[in-house]
């Protein structure tokens, strides 16, 4: 182990004190140090920043002999420099440990100048003076015992034999000189064929020039990665990541490959790029001006029609700060003050010039990824405001023609504010909305199952751990330990499973863009009116309640009692919302029955209603007086994957997310009873507070099957 000693630089600037006498100024402390150093039974020697001698011991000295390093009269020679003595990487590593403060420890051959080779271990530690500052080095010299070094070697041979990834050494000239067991199994070869191939054999995008450009490279910076392409024994073609190292060893220069099969990874990438290729599709199709922004006031992207507005491509806008262009300067004062507010939406009128023309546009903005990053829509109203100034010009003739063009403006304005809304929410709401929703089903039930696959793996982990500690190893299993490679099997699956886990979120992230985008998501806890939260999930479904061939309208009936804010994830639950008024709307569809009123309308309802339980709970019913369910369908309704509806009208499982949602995220419960016939009911019972060290518990005796029935004093809407 190496020596280390702390003591004032002033009293360590001794010399020749490996083995003269102490002169009669030295201190105490010094004089112990002396002693100290010359009575340790290993090889340590002292060295300041110059790697000048301050101390040694008594089997330092009969190493320097071998070192050859002779003394002079049987003293430790004067102002000795011991870098003159060591070789290259030795000196590297003591200039690194002078450098950066931390110690190192290696371990490798020694020729002895009888050309004897012995193993050494070699252990250079910095040490301070008193202010707190390196004063020079403690080396220390220790031979390896011959078993240590075999039982050494047998564990990195077996390392490398068992390795998960594949391993090649090859020559200057491309010969496999080894390969490992995960290497045949790639490629489908023996060791014994592996080793008489090449590099050229196996990746054949390599040729001579690639070759030694590698060989170069590596050699210049000691790695390299890079990606290929290998070809197994059968002439299958796969990507590979390959990293390469550099190795001179015993006067001869390999590079040692390890390679890694990336097809999933590509197959990962080619789906995340069709998501945000959808994703782009989506934004294309907005009939406005879309812009992407960053808190940092750099475009992240841009629409076609924004690009082809200013004639310039896509890509050109990503990264460039707002205001560029310099056509709109009221734009960037918008953006930077977006930002600056709380508000996570925003709209306003700017003017822009594009090819000399003025233009007016009402942005609407909506912040996302944690309110960091922004969404910018802008709608073209130049023909409204040319009719607003048509309409004051139109003042000056007449005044009472003015006030009614003021009254005509007014509702004009009134109209157009809706108009614009409407347009929003029909062109971007459906589609995006629509596409966020298909989306978000599988990635859930991919997302949902990943925390139980992690715990599931731990606690089979466990178990073998206890197995392990409790049973003895019999060969058989020992043989089946290595082969399977389980501590690499240990600490690899987490990490596999945190792999998907990054990229269920990922995907994610992408459908919450989407959904906050469109106003349908909002991904933190708050306190919110659900009563907004049902109100806008109708607005969604509303043309679905109309009247279509062979099937009359349906008669919306809500009756809202008084609600607090409740605290929960508002996009959630409008998710919820909007299952459930679905699969109503879709049992109403399919109903055989199609029975009108005797007044000529419908008599198909869904009724909504919310109550306060007690204090603690709320309780939101939704109502459809549809075909019903028998009890097989009842028993089965939560099912992931279960669905009565035909093959490509559902996928059977918005009620089982409906379910996780309120049951496992907030608390409550998510209740169901139904009568063949009759109608089918739900009711979704929350607690107000999410409380994090317990819900609150669900009402005394209440009843998990509630009575269905429709109040008639309920007011149509």
């Not at 403006?409 to 809706?418: G, P």
């Not at 020992?478 to 990054?502: C, H, N, V, Y």
């Amino acid at each position: 182990m190496p020596i280390q000693e702390t003591l004032p630089s002033e009293e360590l600037q001794v010399r020749n004190i490996g083995c003269v006498s102490a002169p009669q100024s030295m201190t105490d402390c010094e004089t112990r140090f002396r002693q100290l150093v010359e009575c340790l039974p290993a090889a340590v020697a002292m060295v300041d920043r110059q790697m000048q001698y301050l101390a040694v011991s008594q089997p330092w000295q009969t190493l320097c002999y071998r070192f050859g390093e002779h003394w002079s009269g049987g003293e430790f020679p004067e102002a000795q420099t011991m870098l003159l003595q060591l070789p290259p990487y030795l000196q590297e590593i003591c200039q690194r440990c002078l450098e950066g403060g931390q110690g190192e420890c290696l371990q490798d051959s020694w020729l002895q100048s009888d050309g004897t080779v012995d193993w050494v271990r070699w252990q250079i530690q910095p040490w301070r003076d008193s202010s707190g500052h390196i004063g020079g080095l403690l080396l220390c010299y220790e031979a390896v015992a011959p078993k240590q070094l075999a039982e050494a070697l047998q564990l990195t041979q077996f390392a490398m034999d068992k390795a998960a990834d594949a391993i090649f050494w090859m020559k200057p000239d491309g010969k496999i000189s080894y390969a490992n067991e995960a290497a045949s199994e790639l490629l489908g070869y023996s060791s014994g064929e592996l080793r008489n191939l090449n590099a050229f054999d196996i990746d054949p995008n390599l040729s001579d020039s690639s070759w030694a450009t590698t060989w170069q490279s590596s050699k210049e910076n000691g790695s390299l990665s890079l990606e290929s392409e290998y070809r197994t024994k059968e002439g299958r073609f796969f990507p590979v990541e390959v990293r390469v190292n550099y190795l001179a060893f015993k006067g001869g220069e390999y590079l040692c490959a390890f390679v890694r099969d990336v097809t999933d990874h590509h197959l990962a990438a080619a789906a995340l790029q069709h998501a945000n290729e959808q994703l782009h599709a989506v934004l294309d199709a907005v009939p406005g001006l879309v812009s992407w922004i960053d808190s940092d006031l750099r475009y992240i992207g841009v629409n076609r029609h924004l690009a082809a507005a200013f004639n310039m491509p896509p890509a050109e806008f990503a990264g460039k700060e707002v205001g560029f262009l310099e056509n709109s300067p009221k734009f960037g004062d918008m953006v930077r003050q977006f930002f600056a507010d709380l508000e996570t939406t925003a709209s306003q009128e700017v003017s822009v010039n594009i090819e000399g023309e003025s233009k007016h546009y009402l942005i609407v903005s909506q912040k996302y990824h944690e309110n960091r990053r922004a969404v910018f829509v802008g709608l073209d109203i130049s023909d409204r405001r040319q009719m607003e100034a048509a309409l004051r010009q139109s003042e000056e003739h007449s005044r009472h023609q003015a006030q009614k063009l003021d009254r005509a403006l007014q509702e004009l304005q009134r109209t157009q504010t809706q108009l614009i809304q409407t347009e929003k929410m029909s062109s971007l709401g459906q589609l995006v909305a629509g596409i966020a929703h298909e989306i978000n089903n599988p990635v859930s039930f991919i997302f949902g199952n990943i925390a139980y696959a992690r715990q599931y793996a731990s606690d089979l982990l466990e178990l073998v751990d206890i197995y392990t500690r409790q049973y003895p190893l019999t060969p058989e299993i020992e043989a089946k330990t290595e082969s399977i490679g389980l501590d690499f099997l240990r600490k690899d699956f987490p990490r596999l499973l945190s792999s998907m886990q990054s990229g269920a979120d990922r995907i994610r992230e992408v459908v919450l863009s989407l959904r906050n985008f469109s106003r349908l998501d909002e991904a933190q806890k708050k306190p919110v009116d659900l009563h907004s939260g049902i109100d806008s999930t109708l607005l969604i479904v509303q043309n679905r309640l109309t009247a279509k061939a062979g099937r009359s309208s349906i008669q919306l009936i809500k009756d809202y009692g008084e609600l607090p804010q409740v605290e929960c994830y508002p996009g959630q639950l409008n998710q919820v919302f909007m299952h459930l008024l679905t699969n109503a709307i879709d049992a109403i569809e399919l109903d055989p029955r199609q029975r009108p009123s005797s007044q000529g309308g419908s008599n198909y309802t869904i009724s909504i209603r919310t109550r306060m339980v007690d204090p603690n709970h709320v309780e939101i019913r939704i109502i459809d007086n549809g075909p019903g369910m028998t009890d097989t369908v009842k028993q089965r309704v939560f099912e992931m994957g279960f669905t009565t509806k035909p093959v490509g009208k559902g996928t059977g499982l918005g009620l089982s997310i409906s379910h996780q949602i309120v049951v496992e995220k907030h608390g409550g419960q998510l209740n169901l009873h139904s009568t063949p016939g009759e109608g089918t009911e739900f009711a979704i019972i929350l607690p107000i507070c999410q409380s994090k060290e317990a819900v609150n518990p669900l009402p005394a005796g209440f009843s998990n099957t509630v009575p269905f029935s429709i109040n008639p004093a309920m007011q149509a809407v």
